[in-house]
């Protein structure tokens, strides 16, 4: 249970694109709570992947990947009158700052 609440708070906080330095910063934090519920030290140098199929889970970034693809087909379903996919299809006017 403990897993689910801790991977479901980072994973609905990130539904937009994030930086590389954050995805290896929330990687980084995944795989020391992964550590910590299989009791396994750092120091033992037991493969990340193994311990991730020990508990059933995937890579973060992936899970990430596939909520950000999952919201994408949500709003490419919607109404063309939903103010959601008028945002999507709006364009700015003028150049970058």
């Given at each position: 249970m ?7 708070n ?21 795989m ?15 493969p ?9 889970f ?29 945002c ?6 003028g150049?970058?700052?």
């Open positions: 403990l897993a689910i609440c801790l991977r479901s980072h994973i609905c906080q990130c539904l937009w694109p994030i930086r590389k330095e954050n995805e290896v910063t929330l990687h980084r934090a995944e020391r709570n992964v550590r910590f519920m299989c009791g396994v030290k750092l120091q033992d140098r037991v990340s992947k193994g311990l991730r199929e020990r508990l059933g995937y890579d973060i970034i992936l899970v990430l990947h596939q909520n950000r693809l999952r919201w994408y087909g949500r709003v490419l379903r919607k109404e063309d009158n939903d103010w959601v996919k008028k999507m299809e709006y364009e700015l006017e150049a970058r700052p």
